[in-house]
């Protein structure tokens, strides 16, 4: 043991006085030197020692050829690497995932402990503290002390710090600093010192100074402590490649060959060697995410700045188009506003003339009430007239049959009988003349046309004290249709002595009455042969006060057009062929129930 320990002390002490000089070189040739950029960390010199075993097999594989190593800080390797003053680079995943977005390295070969699987299961944190009999979780420990090797080593701190993160503890769950003199046994004494310490190494620093006698793992226990799954070491954290051999995108891929298969035979049996890189740094990648590291510090930010330098020119058309649709707008809602203020004027005016309109229409009615009283008055003596001439008649008759001592009782019975019947029609044809102007609802029954026809004759007859014959032409089929029997009854009254007026003055009058049926209507004809009427004043004769003749009031045709209207039908007034003409009234018939 005693042996091995000066074996090691021996080779660090070569290796310190590597990193003295600032390069080491071998062999002298005519062709280029071969430069190598390792990262110089503090916390594994057990890596340091397999550089310098791989550095010496180069010298005797490639003699003699110079061999150039350089040993960088993290910021000076990469300044080194971007600039491309090295073909070949020894790194630890994290530098080579916070920069490999740049370049295009080829990864050759993975530094792979004897307790690791592969390359991908190299790098986890360990986070322990001095012996204790129970279990110890991160609230046991919050708030104490941690001494660590380095702040930017992979294992030793970064990799911690993505795991609390990962589980929502915040990264002050203690207070981490450098130990002085930055080696792990320092650290390991300074912890075995309290048990109010922390100490945080990279993954198998404990089992290599346990092989060494320096450490008793048993009097140290370790806080979440994992093993096995791929390294069978006491870890803490998840697990991560390693350290990396790789080379620049422009290195001669011969000299590639020559390095990469060097550095895979370049192994001692127990101890760290070379083997195959890792497969992938994605799981570098997400805590690089986690902890905003780079390439990710700042990630926002950055993605912004190049989005607007890539797409500056759209950014700036789609500001002009924001512009132009503001401004239209805002025109937009001052021509709005104008016209809002027109239109309130426009409605403000047009309820000033629909008040005048409103005032003007209550005159006009009051007027139209004066004239319609007028109007009633005329209508009711034009209807009146023919009941009450009837019943003038009747009782002169009876006046002269009674002078002349002709006066029988049944007589009198039969004329005093026919007077009440006509002031019987006289008094409804008051109250139809008042329905009429008030334009009221007027009782209608269902009858049979013919018979109401035929009941309108014989009272014309009995009311006339001669004229012409009238002629009948109707079917024997019953035609029912639902009116008001007084109503027709005065229209048809009316149009028969129009007839009468009209065949006055003619040598043989003609009169005809016609009842038809046409399709869904029935159609009363009255037909003369008097002196009819001109062509252009068939549309004139249904207005009211309008008569060919001066000693008559123009309204039986008005009442007769009024009436036909209010039972659903029409009046026309068609010229004969010949001469005189036929006055047509078109009533609805009574609809079926199967209908």
């Not at 029988?408 to 008042?434: C, E, F, G």
């Not at 009429?436 to 269902?446: C, D, F, H, N, P």
């Amino acid at each position: 043991m005693f042996f091995l320990k000066w074996c090691i002390c021996l080779v660090l002490a070569f290796v310190g006085t590597i990193r003295e000089v600032p390069a080491t070189v071998w062999g002298k040739t005519s062709e280029p030197a071969v430069r190598i950029a390792a990262l110089d960390v503090p916390d594994l010199e057990e890596i340091s020692s397999q550089q310098a075993i791989l550095l010496d097999r180069l010298r005797r594989d490639l003699h003699p050829r110079q061999i150039v190593l350089k040993y960088y800080s993290a910021d000076d390797l990469i300044r080194v690497v971007r600039q491309g003053g090295v073909e070949f680079v020894i790194a630890d995943a994290l530098f080579f995932a916070s920069i490999e977005h740049e370049l295009s390295f080829r990864y050759l070969a993975g530094l792979v402990y004897p307790e690791a699987v592969d390359a991908d299961h190299m790098t986890a944190s360990t986070v322990f503290v001095k012996r204790s009999a129970k279990r110890l979780s991160w609230d046991d420990i919050k708030g104490k002390k941690a001494w660590l090797l380095d702040a930017n080593s992979f294992g030793g701190w970064v990799a911690l710090r993505a795991y609390l993160g990962r589980r929502g503890l915040p990264q002050g769950v203690f207070d981490a600093q450098p130990v002085e003199g930055r080696d792990a046994w320092s650290l390991i004494k300074e912890v075995q010192r309290s048990d109010d310490v922390v100490g945080i190494l990279p993954a198998c620093s404990l089992e290599r100074l346990g092989e060494q006698g320096l450490v008793d793992l048993q009097a140290l226990t370790v806080i979440d402590e994992k093993k096995g799954a791929g390294l069978d070491c006491r870890r803490t954290t998840d697990m991560y490649p390693g350290w990396i051999l790789a080379s620049m995108p422009a290195t001669d891929i011969q000299l590639v060959r020559r390095i990469t298969s060097t550095a895979l035979i370049s192994n001692s049996t127990g101890e760290l060697q070379w083997s195959f890189p890792p497969s992938d740094l994605r799981k570098v990648h997400d805590v690089l995410l986690d902890l905003n590291l780079e390439p990710y510090a700042k990630n926002q930010e950055r993605f912004w700045q190049q989005f607007f330098d890539r797409f500056k020119w759209w950014i700036l058309l789609g500001v002009l188009i924001v512009i132009a649709l503001v401004f239209h707008s805002f025109i937009v809602a001052c021509l709005v506003r104008s016209r809002t203020r027109d239109l309130h004027n426009a409605m403000i005016e047009r309820q000033r003339m629909t008040e005048e309109m409103i005032q003007a229409r209550a005159r006009l009615q009051r007027m139209e009430k004066i004239q319609a009283v007028s109007l009633l008055s005329t209508i009711i003596a034009h209807e009146l007239k023919q009941p009450l001439g009837a019943i003038r008649n009747f009782s002169l008759g009876l006046m002269r049959r009674s002078e002349q001592n002709e006066l029988d009782p049944r007589t009198l019975q039969l004329v005093t009988n026919k007077i009440i019947d006509l002031t019987d029609n006289a008094s409804k044809i008051v109250t139809m003349v008042r329905s009429y102007a008030k334009s009221g609802q007027i009782e209608r029954t269902v009858e049979n046309l013919g018979d109401v026809v035929r009941t309108a004759l014989q009272t014309h007859a009995t009311t006339q004290e001669k004229g012409p014959a009238i002629s009948l032409v109707m079917p024997d089929e019953l035609i029912r249709i639902e009116i008001c029997v007084r109503e027709i009854e005065l229209s048809l009254l009316n149009l028969l002595k129009n007839a009468v007026e009209a065949t006055r003055e003619e040598p043989k009058p003609k009169i005809v009455v016609t009842v038809r049926r046409v399709e869904h209507h029935a159609i009363i004809s009255v037909t003369d042969n008097g002196k009819g009427i001109r062509a252009e004043s068939l549309e004139a004769v249904f207005k009211p006060l309008h008569s060919s003749n001066p000693a008559r009031l123009g309204l039986g045709l008005a009442i007769v057009q009024s009436v036909a209207e209010s039972h659903g039908g029409r009046i026309n007034a068609v010229p004969n062929a010949d001469k005189g003409v036929t006055m047509e009234m078109v009533l609805p018939l009574l609809k079926d129930k199967k209908e």
